[in-house]
């Protein structure tokens, strides 16, 4: 998820307990408060915060930032049956372009 950052953004401490965030910095600084420190992302930077680790995100003061956000589940869940696609396995009679 893309997510425009505005002035005086500021997330406060907290943490997930049942999925990992993934952050992609597309533009401008942005703090992190992980593990005790806080540290700047720039642009082009990545950052990977697994599940249960408290942490904050913060823009500095008069800036603006962009970054895409991912989610991961700490646990994958297996799909209903019902929910699956139907796989048929080619035969060997079947052409492939």
């Not at 593990?35 to 913060?58: E, Y």
């Given at each position: 998820?893309?997510?425009?950052?505005?002035?005086?953004?500021?997330?406060?401490l907290?943490?997930?307990?049942?999925?990992?965030?993934?952050?992609?910095?597309?533009?401008?600084?942005?703090?992190?408060?992980?593990?005790?420190?806080?540290?700047?992302?720039?642009?082009g930077s990545?950052?990977?915060?697994?599940?249960?680790?408290?942490?904050a995100?913060v823009?500095?003061?008069?800036?603006?930032?962009?970054?895409l956000?991912i989610?991961?589940?700490?646990?994958?869940?297996?799909?209903?049956?019902?929910?699956?696609p139907r796989?048929?396995?080619?035969?060997?009679?079947?052409?492939?372009?």
């Amino acid at each position: 998820m893309e997510d425009n950052l505005k002035l005086g953004f500021a997330l406060g401490l907290h943490l997930h307990r049942q999925h990992a965030e993934t952050f992609y910095i597309l533009e401008g600084d942005v703090d992190f408060y992980l593990d005790g420190d806080w540290l700047t992302a720039p642009p082009g930077s990545t950052v990977h915060i697994p599940p249960g680790l408290a942490h904050a995100v913060v823009l500095p003061e008069g800036k603006i930032g962009r970054l895409l956000m991912i989610f991961q589940a700490s646990r994958l869940r297996p799909v209903p049956a019902r929910a699956r696609p139907r796989y048929r396995k080619p035969s060997s009679t079947t052409r492939r372009a």
